[in-house]
């Protein structure tokens, strides 16, 4: 799934566009292996600044995923308290057990 990230997107789109952030970027990264694989299979040496890349983005990546997480989960609370306040506003002493 590809997600669209606009203004009205809600906790679980974002979510989503940050997990395929976090997707696209592993992709990145293998890509990234095989090149550095392929100098170093015809001799090339002192590619240290590509293994640092690599090692940079996998830190990128699990913070795209870390965020994810916690958009997921810190928007669905504010959903919850936000149905819950709406429940509250909408009740009546009768819907409440008050005559």
């Not at 392929?38 to 995923?65: K, M, P, R, T, Y």
Request: hydrophobic share 45%.
């Amino acid at each position: 799934m590809t997600a669209v990230l606009d203004g009205d997107g809600n906790h679980e789109y974002i979510a989503a566009a940050l997990r395929d952030a976090a997707t696209d970027l592993e992709q990145l990264i293998a890509g990234h292996r095989v090149i550095a694989d392929e100098f170093e299979s015809h001799g090339w040496v002192g590619l240290d600044a590509l293994d640092g890349v690599g090692g940079q983005l996998g830190g990128v990546i699990d913070s795209l995923s870390l965020v994810a997480e916690r958009v997921g989960v810190g928007g669905q609370i504010v959903a919850d308290a936000h149905t819950s306040h709406h429940m509250i506003g909408r009740a009546s002493k009768a819907s409440l057990g008050h005559a």
